[in-house]
């Protein structure tokens, strides 16, 4: 075997390891039951008790008129996919976060692939900010609580809350 091969072979193990290891904490709650409950259901749990505080999930023929108007984060994801088992409980802060300001969804690019290819989703996870029906900013790989805050806080401090117009005096 070749130096390069033995190169190859070796980074691939690596990037397996590191995927792996970014899962484990997730596959570990899944496998043992007790150490994290099941994720709440739309419509179930402390997490729709908070209005728009669920990550809601969105069809192709749902996508544009959901995100039509106001400020949106859409989780582009896939069953299969490591590093999204670590994003998955990160949209759900997110959520619980910005509920009444932003409205968070999801979509498996497995079964929504329209649209997911419309916004040149190449890698998973990625999430991409919408305002009032437009893609602003798009984010690939594990974001923090902290980056979402970092594009989404400029975009509500100057959307009136509640309706009301803000008015001068």
Not at 27 to 37: I, Q, V
Request: glycine share 10%; charged share 25%.
């Amino acid at each position: 075997m070749s130096t390069k091969s033995t190169r190859g072979v070796v980074a691939c193990l690596l990037l397996v390891m590191a995927v792996l290891v970014l899962a484990a904490p997730a596959l570990a709650g899944e496998k043992a039951g007790n150490k994290k409950p099941a994720p709440a259901k739309p419509g179930q749990g402390k997490a729709a008790a908070a209005k728009g505080a669920e990550v809601t999930p969105l069809t192709d023929e749902e996508f544009q008129k959901a995100i039509a108007s106001g400020v949106h984060v859409v989780y582009f994801w896939a069953t299969w996919c490591g590093p999204c088992r670590v994003q998955g409980p990160i949209i759900e802060q997110v959520a619980k976060k910005y509920a009444g300001k932003v409205k968070v969804h999801k979509m498996d690019v497995d079964t929504e692939d329209y649209t997911a290819t419309k916004y040149e989703v190449g890698e998973v996870p990625t999430s991409i900010v919408f305002k009032d029906g437009k893609g602003i900013i798009k984010l690939v790989g594990v974001s923090q609580v902290g980056e979402f805050a970092e594009e989404l806080d400029p975009l509500i401090a100057d959307a009136p809350q509640g309706g009301a117009q803000k008015k001068n005096p």
